[in-house]
């Protein structure tokens, strides 16, 4: 192999490595499930390297060139993806805080568990049922009128707001489970 065609396989190989990693890293649920899904994603990466460099050995530079350019361009998204479903912590749906660390789905914030684990126990088919049940408990409030779902923006233990976020409920709602409240008093 000459030099011109290390530098090819180089290429094909270390590239999609370093994206499976990356990859890997993201979609593990754990340290110890780490290792493994390295091994996995590492093996599928080099085995679609190779395919690539195999199936353009007789190209044109030209058309390598190409190949090359997409696998760096997969190999930038893919990192630009897991890089973000990677930030930690993650917003809490049902009070808006990036509250939420990784290895625990319990807020730091509201202590509310978003799972399907959860949606089940509460008997909810839908995940959103049980984001809207819960937002309407933790931000119900006697003054409803005061309510402000964006505020404060750094909470007291210092939880920041996600100002992407944004709540299933409306004031509408809390009014209502108010008028409701008061009924049936
Ligand atoms: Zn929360």
Not at 26 to 55: N, T
Not at 74 to 83: D, G, K, M, V
Not at 99 to 113: L, M, Q, R, S, T
Request: hydrophobic letters at 40%; charged letters at 25%; a negative charge.
């Amino acid at each position: 192999m000459n030099k011109r065609e290390q530098v090819w396989l180089g290429i094909f190989l270390v590239i999609p490595l370093i994206t499976a990693k990356a990859f890997a890293d993201a979609f593990a649920p754990d340290e110890k499930m780490g290792f493994l899904y390295d091994i996995l994603f590492g093996f599928v990466g080099v085995l679609l390297g190779y395919a690539v460099y195999y199936f353009t050995k007789e190209a044109k530079t030209k058309v390598r060139g190409v190949f090359a350019g997409l696998v760096i361009i997969i190999f930038i998204l893919s990192i630009a993806f897991s890089t973000n479903s990677n930030a930690y912590p993650q917003t809490c749906q049902v009070c808006g805080y990036k509250a939420i660390e990784k290895n625990d789905p319990v807020c730091g914030h509201c202590f509310e568990e978003i799972s399907e684990e959860r949606m089940k126990e509460k008997g909810y088919n839908r995940i959103a049922e049980l984001v809207y049940a819960r937002q309407l408990y933790v931000f119900y409030q006697d003054s409803v009128e005061q309510v402000d779902f964006y505020k404060p923006e750094v909470s007291e233990d210092g939880y920041e707001k996600d100002k992407q976020w944004k709540p299933i409920i409306d004031k509408e709602d809390l009014l209502d489970l108010r008028n409701g409240i008061k009924a049936e008093k």
